[in-house]
Nanobody, 114 residues
Framework: QVQLVESGGGLVQPGGSLRLSCAAS????????MGWYRQAPGTERELVAS???????YYADSVKGRFTISRDNAKNTVYLQMNSLKPEDTAVYYC????????WGQGTQVTVSL
């Protein structure tokens, strides 16, 4: 059973940056495409970025050009570099496989506000 632990969230002003990390237990991490998802209050969880085992990336239109997803298979970790953050990026951010196959972790809160 793979467990996912997200970290790196926080409070940042508009235009600022954060780097999220997701550490996965288990040696099978490297075979999965991984994604970052987010859920704002009152909304459904949405996929914002994903990366295949070979490094091919996908971004939602709302974050394209501002967010960068990457992975380090040796460390069983996937990252999300978020630049030029906007208030509408405020949400709890989660990682999981794409499509989702693992239990959700606790997520990490990102708040973009003055």
């Amino acid at each position: 059973q793979v467990q996912l632990v997200e970290s790196g969230g926080g409070l940042v002003q508009p235009g600022g940056s954060l780097r999220l990390s997701c550490a996965a237990s288990g040696s099978i991490f490297s075979i999965y495409a991984m994604g970052w998802y987010r859920q704002a209050p009152g909304t459904e969880r949405e996929l914002v970025a994903s990366i295949t085992s070979g490094g091919r990336t996908y971004y939602a239109d709302s974050v394209k050009g501002r967010f960068t997803i990457s992975r380090d298979n040796a460390k069983n970790t996937v990252y999300l570099q978020m630049n030029s953050l906007k208030p509408e990026d405020t949400a709890v951010y989660y990682c999981n496989a794409r499509p989702r196959v693992f239990s959700w972790g606790q997520g990490t809160q990102v708040t973009v506000s003055l």
